[in-house]
């Protein structure tokens, strides 16, 4: 019999999706047998990979997405599993990741009227009224499968979704019956289900951006995500180069320009300073961003002009936002900086300007990059996450992908890896922790001829399920290494507590609960769950044949390896 289950994992199949993560339950018979019958007879199905958690088998999705730009399929168990899919579903909301979740949902029959129907007492208590509506505010589609007969057009239809901008997470639901009934087979045409993308500028508007740039005295652009596409890095790099434009990068993503570009002007997260590169500008020119400055401490000076493109510039799922922009245009990126570039080559422009410009932002780049390389050594024996930041880079080639969840180190990370590649560095695009193993697993999995590095900080590695992500990185030979920035808890909290009560009763206490002293061994989690190799430093001396180490186990041994390496106590 060909059942709507076959006929569910036949539409993934379709659509190019290769692995399954799955964390399964009584609602998945129909899947299940799917499976099973699949790899009896040789048909050809998604691979599944067993996750023992859900929030991980989420962020390996979002993880394989990241790297092959396609979606992946998490299949969880009813609403349970749907609320542990917990924050991952925000990350990839928020970061713009596609990823197709199904969760079954309880028979709705229950006394054998259909296949499928309740044979087991937690049908009765996993039942609820809105299970979709526990994830639909972090959707860009859902439904319910209400039946086998046109289960593949749904698959499509919410796959589309996800690959159509902004690119997002969708869900489906079907219930026990609907996956046991009989299907039809459809013939279908994946590439009549491409997905939408946004659109390109319109020509009137590329000569006003264009105009604004060249005749500024001090242009910037200010970007987030661009580098998600890496095709649009060359262009952003030729505009800039082309006019004397500024780069800096707010809450970076990805590589969005080359750090080590003299027009690069590095990039700012929570940092309390007014940022100069921002203050001094006359044109702003914000690429996809979704935070772009913190008004309450660094801000265009008032009479900046300031345009925006954006797939989203209207932020649709913010409820709070705007940026004081004269102009914002839905458009990808990529396209309208080619737009750009071309409507450049009939312009005149002022080449003693540009040379002005570049200048300019030439002394700035190098005066930044001259303080930050004094502050890569280690502070006695006591490792720096400077320092720490330095020394991985030296092992980081044309080969590597860092994923960075490395919390109040993201820019200590930035500014010492001195990354230039585009697609080279991911972060969880959101900002619900615990991102960066799972993703690992995924990326790995997608570009499985490249070094994963994944560098995070140890509340955000207890948050990543390291016993579930070490199990699958062996059980999937998915070496990557695991570098964890141990400054005994978490930082960030006690940062945030301090900006707002800098002289209060937490300022002088010793513990604000954040915490984490005497710390589990990190290492050791991921030796007992997955045999990595694990390696503790808590001197600067023992930190480069740590790494050595390590990076051997995970290029020569496939093996994964997890260095807990001590820092500064927060
Ligand atoms: C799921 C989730 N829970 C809690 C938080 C709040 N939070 C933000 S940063 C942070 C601390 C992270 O610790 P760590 O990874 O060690 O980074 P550090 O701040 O120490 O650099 C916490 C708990 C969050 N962002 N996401
Ligand atoms: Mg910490």
């Given at each position: 019999m060909y059942s709507a289950s076959m006929a569910f994992l036949e539409a993934l199949t379709e659509a190019g999706v290769s692995y399954v993560f799955a964390n399964l339950g009584s609602d998945h018979p129909g899947l299940v047998e799917a499976f099973a019958e699949a790899r009896a007879t040789g048909r050809k199905v998604p691979e599944m990979v067993t996750c023992p958690n859900e929030m991980v088998a989420m962020s390996a999705a979002q993880g394989f997405a990241q790297g092959s730009g396609r979606a992946q399929a998490v299949f969880v168990h009813v609403e349970c599993g749907t609320q542990a899919l917990g924050g991952a579903i925000h990350n990839a909301a928020k970061g713009r990741h596609p990823v197709l979740i199904f969760a079954g949902a309880s028979p709705y029959t229950q006394e054998g009227e259909l296949k499928g129907s309740r044979n087991e007492f937690i049908q009765w208590i996993q039942d609820v009224f809105d299970q979709r509506g526990l994830v639909r505010g972090y959707m860009r589609y859902d439904n319910e499968l209400r039946s086998g007969r046109n289960i593949k057009q749904m698959v499509h239809r919410a796959l589309q979704f996800a690959h159509s901008d902004p690119k997002g997470p969708v869900y489906l639901m079907g219930p026990r019956e609907v996956m046991e009934e009989a299907a039809t087979p459809a013939a279908i045409d994946p590439a009549l289900w491409r997905p939408v993308g946004a659109g390109a500028m319109a020509d009137e508007d590329i000569g006003e951006l264009a105009d604004a740039l060249v005749n500024a005295r001090r242009p910037l652009v200010v970007t987030s995500y661009l580098g998600r596409n890496p095709a649009a890095v060359g262009e952003l790099t030729l505009l800039c180069r082309r006019l004397g434009i500024g780069v800096h990068e707010s809450v970076p993503n990805y590589l969005n320009f080359p750090t080590g570009d003299?027009?690069?002007?590095?990039?700012?997260?929570?940092?309390?300073?007014?940022?100069?590169?921002?203050?001094?500008?006359?044109?702003?020119?914000?690429?996809?961003?979704?935070?772009p400055w913190i008004p309450v401490v660094s801000r265009p000076r008032r009479e900046a002009r300031i345009f925006h493109i954006d797939?989203?510039?209207?932020?649709?799922?913010?409820?709070?936002?705007?940026?004081g922009a004269e102009r914002a245009f839905r458009a990808d990126s990529h396209r309208a900086l080619r737009q750009l570039n071309a409507r450049l080559d009939g312009m005149a422009i002022d080449q003693a300007r540009v040379e002005e410009r570049a200048a300019h932002y030439a002394a700035r780049h190098q005066a930044r990059r001259r303080a930050l390389d004094a502050r890569a050594k280690p502070d006695g024996d006591t490792v720096t996450p400077e320092y720490l930041t330095a020394c991985i880079r030296r092992h980081v080639d044309a080969e590597t992908?860092?994923?960075?969840?490395?919390?109040s180190n993201y820019p200590v990370i930035i500014d010492h890896l001195q990354?230039?590649?585009?697609?080279s560095l991911f972060t969880s695009g959101g900002g619900s922790l615990g991102w960066n193993g799972g993703a690992a697993v995924g990326m790995k999995l997608a570009r499985p001829e490249k070094?994963?590095?994944?560098?995070?900080?140890?509340?955000?590695?207890m948050f990543s399920i390291p016993s579930t992500v070490h199990w699958m990185a062996r059980q999937y030979r998915t070496p990557f290494l695991q570098v964890v920035y141990n400054n005994r808890g978490w930082k960030s909290p006690k940062l945030s507590a301090l900006a707002i009560h800098p002289d209060g009763y937490a300022s002088r206490a010793n513990d604000v609960g954040s915490s984490f002293d005497p710390p589990p061994d990190y290492a050791g989690i991921a030796a007992a769950a997955g045999g990595a190799l694990a390696r503790t430093v808590k001197r600067a001396d023992e930190l480069e044949g740590a790494l050595a180490d390590a990076m051997a186990a995970v290029k020569h041994e496939g093996r994964a390896a997890v260095l807990d390496v001590w820092l500064p106590h927060l």
């Open positions: 003299p027009l690069y002007q590095g990039n700012q997260w929570n940092e309390p300073v007014q940022n100069e590169a921002l203050a001094e500008a006359d044109a702003i020119l914000v690429l996809d961003s979704d935070v797939v989203d510039p209207l932020k649709q799922q913010m409820p709070l936002w705007y940026i992908i860092v994923l960075s969840e490395g919390i990354l230039a590649r585009p697609g070094t994963v590095m994944a560098l995070c900080g140890d509340g955000s590695y």
